[in-house]
């Protein structure tokens, strides 16, 4: 059978319950991730004065042909976007600021240097989000930043901040769509506190100054991302999840869970819908986490369909600002990227194939048997077939043949990398 001929008997099974297949595309092609630029360079960056990435976060493997300068880093991009259907947004860190080559703390980085990246996003039709750095850096050697006891240093990432939310404003208002600034912060300690509230004021009084310039939010939005362990915090992290929540809500600003960030057994999923009923949007770093916040690609797994699902039935697309959040340098780069997007775009298509009326319906019938049995029969619906039609319409390679592409790309470019 030809993809058509496919397509035609899978949307004919979905319709048998009421499912619309065109308006689940149509939906679909609105969805916007924002994909991460530090899959491609292993986060390095290109400070002029580059330092050893640190933070408590790790990346390794050592695949050939990893970007070394942002032509390169656009380039991969490029070509990663060519294999995944839809619109997307990238998302920056201040590392990824090109200074012509003159060393610029991050404390003084302008619009002016992330400038070739709005003009390349213009050309791509892309949106930016932000990210300030604040590790990798001689003032963070310590792991403690916006929570540091010296209030110089605390002033320093103060103003990074401030600087990352003017930056952040800039893509927006170039760009036409607004700009998510997230903040994380490694900050914490190895070892039991003796004091936990003492840092936490800090952050709380160092957010309080960052977040004071009112910002049109058609410009900038700002989230706050927390943490339960870190390598070097493993026992307490100053931005825990309790503390960005409650900041969060009572400063009107967005909560950035990622699927790392917590208990192995503590599902963001689940966490989705109560966000929801607080705040109007949520913003997401969705990730793999192996045992530990390994920053895995994204795959199609339980968790990842269980968000897909809460974010679709709960008809919250445009409420939940999807973000990835994974780096492996064991692997192509680009098909990381590649891996990673399509299946989170899987998940929602996933998700807006199901009769959630239907299934809500059954449970508060407690009709328990049918909603366990036809959630699992709906794992093997034709999903796919619908799934390749959509990448055949959106002009993006259908199945596995995104890799020869891949490969060819590594054949021509990346292998010729230093
Ligand atoms: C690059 C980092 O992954 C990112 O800034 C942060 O979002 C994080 O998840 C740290 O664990
Ligand atoms: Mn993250």
């Not at 004021?201 to 939010?217: A, G, N, T």
């Not at 192995?264 to 966000?275: A, D, F, G, L, Y």
């Not at 990842?304 to 492996?328: P, S, T, W, Y």
């Not at 064991?330 to 891996?339: D, E, F, G, K």
Request: a negative charge.
């Amino acid at each position: 059978m030809s993809t058509d001929n496919n397509f035609k008997s899978a949307k004919a099974t979905y319709e048998k319950w009421g499912v619309s297949v065109d308006e689940a595309l149509e939906k679909l092609k609105n969805v916007s991730i924002s994909i991460h630029c530090w899959q491609g360079d292993d986060i390095g960056g290109f400070e002029v004065d580059q330092q050893e990435l640190s933070g408590g976060i790790d990346v390794t493997g050592n695949y050939p042909g990893k970007a070394t300068n942002p032509t390169e880093l656009r380039k991969d991009l490029e070509k990663a976007l060519s294999l995944i259907p839809g619109d997307h947004r990238i998302n920056l860190h201040a590392i990824y600021a090109e200074t012509d080559g003159k060393i610029v703390d991050r404390n003084e980085l302008e619009p002016k240097h992330f400038k070739n990246w709005v003009e390349w996003a213009k050309k791509q039709n892309l949106g930016l989000d932000f990210n300030p750095t604040l590790f990798s850096h001689p003032k963070a050697d310590d792991g403690l930043t916006l929570t540091h006891p010296d209030k110089e240093i605390r002033q320093f990432w103060i103003d990074h901040c401030i600087k990352s939310r003017e930056i952040g404003a800039y893509f927006g208002k170039e760009l036409g769509t607004p700009a998510l600034t997230n903040i994380w912060i490694p900050d914490g300690y190895k070892d039991i506190p003796s004091d936990r509230l003492t840092p936490r004021k800090r952050l709380k009084e160092s957010l309080d100054v960052i977040l004071q310039k009112e910002i049109d939010p058609n410009y900038n939005l700002d989230a706050v991302e927390s943490k339960l362990f870190g390598i070097g915090s493993e026992a307490y992290v100053v931005g825990s999840h309790e503390f960005y929540m409650a900041y969060a809500i009572k400063n009107n600003i967005l909560c950035l869970l990622d699927t790392g960030h917590y208990h192995p057994t503590e599902m963001v999923s689940n966490k989705i819908s109560s966000m929801l009923l607080f705040q109007n949007q949520l913003a997401l770093h969705v990730s793999r986490p192996v045992r530990w916040d390994s920053d895995h690609v994204v795959i199609f797994d339980d968790e990842l369909r269980e968000i897909g699902l809460e974010i679709v039935r709960n008809d919250a697309l445009e409420k939940v600002l999807i973000g990835l959040d994974f780096f492996d340098a064991s692997i192509n780069r680009v098909a990381a990227w590649t891996i990673g997007t399509r299946n989170m775009l899987k998940s929602l298509l996933y998700a807006l194939l199901l009769p959630h009326d239907h299934l809500k319906k059954l449970q508060e019938e407690g009709n328990f048997t049918d909603r366990l049995a036809l959630m699992e029969e709906f794992k093997t619906y034709p999903f796919g077939e619908i799934w390749d039609f959509y990448c055949e319409e959106m002009n993006v390679p259908v199945k596995e043949n995104w890799l020869d592409e891949v490969k060819k790309y590594e054949k021509e470019e990346l292998s010729k990398r230093a």
